[in-house]
């Protein structure tokens, strides 16, 4: 027996001291590998929630634009970021991406055609939740984990659409190296495990496989979709074990048996005893205490003698003295009149059946308080077979009570729902309608028009939308008042519903604009129809306290047609077919068509090519020429607005004068002009050229510019040397302050005013008493028929003379031969410009020009 407790302690000591190894070096292990852990759930949570506001933002936006996609992503990325890129899928198609550099191979990726990440997509959609996929080998290159967030939007009748898919990849490599799982120091080898976080039913994704072979110590890797498992192992391996491990094991097995298992028999007998003694005491006593905690008193019914007996419990229930002899009676005493027959009635059915007896009513104590009681009993035959009920009850007034007062508050709170539905309604029906027609409004229009353009397609029909806009109506407004222009607002919704009918939607988008929705087949002709009836009646006069109102309506027709991505482009083409109907005249219909789309995509071209050719200072002044009538001595130059274009050449303004003006660039245009004008005037002054001035035109917009005469004041312009050529109609407009003041300042300023194409507007002699311009210019449609129309020649006359009885110098335009300058000389105008003597020129052909003329005069 010693022998075998040295060799018992020899073994077990050598034994401790490698438990003691072991665990030293798993316990380190486990220390680094949960750094790691923490690492990895809070960089990959990190990102993924930065994410979550970018998808808020597309649920309210979900018609946000490239531009405003990348700017919100933009504030996502920060240098503890490991997002690599972030991408929008509406409908899942990649259209939107941030940063788009080094990302472009991804726009235009199908996730329902790529068949290593259509899974992932799909699930994201249907299970309506974020699932992380990777690592994942990236169309544009390298590896990513991608996070992919569903994104529904609200639609019509409070349900929710489908929008596409906010993707997230977080760049592999700086998520390994920002976790610390490519840190050497650390002494360990790592594996992660659990592909598309799946946890251990996933595949191994990074690591060496030999790691999750070797007894590693793992964690799991909690992620926002899933989780992964970490394994590790030390870098060496785990310490090896003794080659006598087997036999150490043995002989502390064998005598560990020998000694102990004597008394380990007699110890478990023994304590099964003592542990079945103190169960039965700990049982009894909690009976006891559950009994008088839960103020439950039992009973027991002899139904052969109908002896009743109450522990003291019921008898406080029932408030009755205690020690006292019970009887049926007695129970049946206490017993509420109305509902003793039922109380009677539940105990007869148990008895009869020999099913558990269940009642409920109530009692009335001696002093006249009423309690509700819960009985509940089993029938039972005891030792003498005679048949007992055993039973318990409980005073439930307490519950009775607060049921009744839970259904009180439930009632209140259906009713309050019932209220607040009713509310939730009117509002939703407010924000849904125009107030003053009871239209449905934009927002409306944009829950249905999707759904509206599906249903069509899927009876067989088209969705067409005709826009409808008001002519003339702000003449209304302006001039009898908005509550006039609301009761036309209201004839004009009036007049729509009853055209449109059942077949169609109606909704006022807002100011006086109108949209009708219907559905067409193949022939169209019932739209244009349709659009003749609403401007027919449009045209009807509408009287209003006692005023006959008249306006029309011009309408843009477009018809899905099935190729469009969305249903919402049938507004931007039938705004588009709006505008040439306004454009056309007015009171008529327009249908969209791809030429006009091609005159959009053109525009839209020329468009940005003016506001890069204003970055690179491409718009430059020619100078025509202007000479004095009687001596044809030089007495000017008028500067002409060109386009220097890099591809075209020199362009005049009717190429891109309209769609300036509508970019308002106009006056932008007319400063460069004026800038590069009095530099080159510098130059001819210094070259002696000797001409006397440049006149230059100036916008209306230019005008209004508040910094104006500041900005002139800047360029130090010599007196009488420049002249602004302003349009007939700028003057006329004697509301606007503003104009009228900067005139008179550019005026003190010694620049000379000059009324451009006089004659093809509207002034009168008042108006150019007030002006008081120093030229004023015949415009060229006037001055070129007076060689064979007496008339037009009498008209330029009149013209001259006023001008020549209030001081002003007459400039004509347009003089083409010779004949019409004996002719302006003969009437008496001061100044000609025109082809006959000279073409528009850049400032160094006009150099060219007036030296050559100066050398054939003095020849």
Not at 197 to 209: K, T
Not at 643 to 670: C, M, Q, T, Y
Not at 748 to 766: H, K, N, P, R
Not at 816 to 829: D, F, N, P, S
Request: charged share 25%; with cysteine; net charge neutral.
């Amino acid at each position: 027996m010693a022998l075998v407790v040295i060799l018992i302690s020899a073994a077990f000591a050598e034994h401790q001291n490698k438990v003691v190894s072991d665990q030293a070096v798993r316990a380190d292990v486990l220390t680094k590998v949960n750094l790691i852990r923490a690492k990895l759930e809070g960089n990959i949570n990190g990102n993924l929630q930065l994410v979550r506001g970018l998808v808020a933002a597309v649920v309210t936006e979900p018609y946000m634009g490239q531009q405003r996609f990348a700017s919100l992503a933009s504030n996502l990325f920060g240098a503890d970021s490991q997002l690599n890129n972030i991408a929008g899928a509406p409908d899942l198609v990649v259209s939107l991406m941030y940063p788009m550099e080094g990302n472009e191979q991804a726009m235009g990726l199908d996730y329902r055609k790529n068949e290593r990440q259509r899974a992932a997509a799909l699930r994201a959609r249907d299970e309506r939740k974020l699932v992380l996929a990777g690592p994942v080998e990236l169309k544009q290159g390298g590896q990513g984990f991608i996070g992919r967030f569903p994104v529904f939007v609200p639609s019509a009748g409070n349900t929710e659409r489908f929008w596409g898919i906010i993707s997230a990849v977080v760049d592999v490599q700086r998520l390994y190296r920002a976790s610390g799982m490519l840190d050497d120091d650390l002494g360990i080898d790592v594996a992660l495990i659990g592909r598309d976080a799946l946890g251990h039913r996933g595949g191994q994704f990074y690591g060496n496989e030999e790691i999750s072979k070797s007894d590693p110590v793992t964690a799991d890797v909690l992620l926002p979709s899933g989780s992964w498992q970490l394994a590790a192992i030390p870098k060496n391996g785990w310490p090896s074990t003794p080659s006598n491990a087997w036999l150490l094991r043995a002989i502390m097995a064998t005598a560990g048996a020998l000694v102990v298992f004597p008394f380990l028999v007699t110890g478990r007998l023994i304590g099964e005893r003592q542990r079945n003694y103190a169960e039965l005491r700990r049982l009894s006593r909690r009976l006891e205490l559950a009994l008088e905690a839960s103020a439950i008193g039992v009973w027991e019914h002899d139904l052969a003698t109908n002896e009743l007996t109450w522990d003291e419990r019921v008898n406080e229930i029932y408030g009755k003295p205690a020690g006292e002899h019970r009887g049926y009676t007695d129970w049946a005493g206490a017993i509420h009149p109305d509902d003793l027959a039922g109380a009677n009635a539940d105990f007869d059915r148990a008895v009869a059946s020999g099913r558990p007896y269940l009642s409920e009513y109530r009692i009335v104590r001696p002093n006249g308080e009423v309690r509700h009681v819960r009985s509940k009993a089993i029938l039972y035959r005891a030792a003498n077979d005679t048949p007992k009920m055993i039973g318990a009850e409980w005073d439930v007034t307490a519950d009775v009570l607060l049921n009744k007062d839970l259904v009180r508050a439930k009632q209140l709170s259906e009713s309050k729902n019932a209220e607040l539905e009713s509310a939730k309604a009117r509002i939703e029906h407010i924000a849904l309608h125009d107030s003053l027609t009871g239209l449905p409004n934009r927002r409306y229009l944009d829950q249905v028009l999707e759904d509206y353009a599906a249903n069509a397609r899927r009876s067989g029909g088209h969705a067409a939308l005709l826009h409808i806009d008001l002519d003339r109506f702000k003449h209304i407004n302006d001039t009898l008042g908005h509550a006039a222009g609301d009761a036309m607002l209201v004839h004009a919704s009036t007049v729509l519903r009853s055209k449109v009918g059942d077949e169609g939607f109606v909704a006022r988008i807002g100011g006086d604009e109108f949209i009708v929705l219907c559905v067409v087949r193949d022939d169209t002709k019932q739209l244009a129809l349709l659009a003749n009836r609403v401007i027919s009646q449009m045209r009807e006069p509408v009287y209003y306290q006692g005023h006959r109102c008249r306006f029309g309506v011009s309408v843009g027709i477009a018809v899905d047609n099935g190729k469009d991505v969305e249903a919402k482009h049938l507004l931007v083409n039938a705004d588009i077919a709006l505008y040439r109907a306004k454009r056309r005249g007015r009171n008529r219909y327009e249908f969209f068509t791809d030429a006009m789309q091609s005159e959009i995509v053109d525009t839209k071209r020329i468009a940005d090519e003016i506001l890069g050719g204003l970055e690179r200072n491409e718009f430059i002044p020619f100078y025509q020429p202007q000479f004095d009538a009687k001596t044809l001595e030089i007495v000017g130059v008028e500067a002409l607005a060109r386009w220097r274009h890099p591809v075209k050449g020199i362009l005049a303004p009717d190429i891109f004068l309209r769609i300036a003006e509508e970019l308002n660039v106009v006056s932008i245009i007319d400063q460069a002009i004026l800038k590069q004008s009095l530099s080159d005037f510098e130059e001819w002054s210094a070259a002696k050229l000797h001409i006397p001035r440049v006149s230059v035109n100036v916008s209306a917009r230019r005008l209004q510019d508040e910094e104006l005469i500041k900005s002139l004041r800047e360029q130090n312009i010599k007196k009488g040397t420049v002249s602004f050529e302003l349009v007939e109609s700028i003057f006329l407009d004697e509301n606007d302050d503003l104009v009228t003041w900067n005139i008179e300042q550019i005026k003190e300023l010694g620049i000379d005013i000059e009324i451009d194409d006089f004659g093809t507007g509207y002034a009168s002699m008042v108006s150019l008493l007030k002006l008081q311009p120093r030229r004023l210019k015949i415009d060229r449609q006037l001055v070129t028929p007076i060689v064979k129309s007496p008339q037009r020649r009498q008209v330029v006359s009149s013209i001259i003379e006023i001008g020549k009885s209030l001081g002003i110098e007459v400039v004509a335009e347009g003089v083409e031969t010779m004949q019409h300058a004996r002719l302006l000389k003969g009437l008496g105008c001061d100044i000609l410009q025109g082809y006959a003597f000279g073409h528009a020129f850049d400032s160094e052909g006009l150099k060219t020009f007036v030296r050559s003329r100066r050398l054939r005069t003095a020849s």
